[in-house]
């Protein structure tokens, strides 16, 4: 099966920049951000295509957050930038064969990396 391991979270200020990563077993076509507060649903952050030419990001976090994969390294790349305190939450990669479209669900995916967490104070 294939395995997500992400990595790179931690703590940071308001305003402040993470940049996590998920480390693939294997290729896999399309690949994504999610992200789980406590209380909350598991919400869509960001896809990107089997080769980057497509991406989507949720409209909380467009303009702040980009998303990039190295195909050579098996590699997903979240840039995050002017993190808000309500971006807090655990992050999850995610991976699916097939192109799920612009705001997709978790349910579209079928591998999950085991998440890290990002808190970001205010």
């Known amino acids: 099966q294939v395995q997500l391991v992400e990595s790179g979270g931690g703590l940071v200020q308001d305003g402040g920049s993470l940049r996590l990563s998920c480390a693939a077993s294997?290729?896999?076509?399309?690949m994504g951000w999610f992200r789980q507060a406590p209380g909350k649903e598991r919400e869509f952050v960001a896809t990107?295509?089997?080769?980057?030419?497509?991406?989507a990001y949720a409209d909380t976090v467009k303009g702040r957050f980009t998303i990039s994969r190295d195909n050579t390294k098996s590699t997903l790349y979240l840039q995050m930038n002017n993190l808000k305190p309500e971006d807090t939450a655990m992050y999850y990669c995610?991976?699916?064969?097939?192109?799920?479209?612009?705001?997709?669900?978790?349910?579209?995916?079928?591998?999950w990396g085991q998440g890290t967490q990002v808190t970001v104070s205010s």
């Open positions: 294997a290729y896999i076509f399309t």
């Open positions: 995610a991976a699916t064969r097939v192109w799920p479209g612009s705001n997709p669900r978790p349910a579209e995916y079928n591998y």
């Open positions: 990107i295509s089997k080769n980057g030419g497509l991406t």
